[in-house]
């Protein structure tokens, strides 16, 4: 019998701001990081309420766009959607405003966006450490709103739904 082996790197987890009224240090802190073109996330709910228009003052003069349409579970349809939204506006940053159906959405439109396979079931462990070919950076800033903790791993759930798996 083989014995399973190998190594994984932890994306880095730069910053952690919290408490009242800290999504006004957003702005900031995606100056911080050298982003000029950023894409909040977040699903219909939060998409309406006044709660999103803080997000967008925080963000400042740094915001692209807003995409509304993150969904329970992460659809794959729902992060191709994303991918292409975030091409149009040239997003080099994402701000994830939910729970973790935003958080994850991110995390796997990131993945392509970097030049990683989308809705692949598994991972390429050699290739993790190294820059994708033809990728960029993209910086996920999250803004959780519910305890999910997805924003403190790298990994991200997509549903593929064909299959329902």
Do not use: C, W
């Amino acid at each position: 019998m083989d014995k399973t082996s190998g190594e994984y790197h932890f994306t880095q987890l730069d910053t952690v701001i919290f408490g009242a009224g800290k999504v006004e240090a957003l702005g900031r802190e995606l100056s911080r990081r050298g982003a000029s073109r950023a894409l909040i996330v977040t699903g219909k709910t939060l998409g309406r309420s006044k709660l999103l228009d803080k997000v967008k003052v925080g963000a400042g003069p740094t915001l692209a766009g807003v995409f509304a349409g993150a969904a329970q579970h992460v659809p794959s349809k729902t992060v191709a959607e994303l991918v292409a939204e975030a091409r149009r506006v040239e997003a080099d940053a994402m701000i994830s405003f939910g729970g973790g159906s935003p958080i994850d959405t991110v995390k796997n439109a990131a993945m392509i966006l970097m030049g990683g396979r989308g809705g692949s079931r598994t991972i390429d462990f050699d290739a993790a450490g190294t820059e994708a070919a033809g990728g960029r950076e993209i910086l996920h800033v999250a803004i959780p709103t519910t305890l999910s903790a997805g924003e403190f791993t790298p990994a991200g759930g997509v549903t593929d739904e064909s299959t329902k798996v």
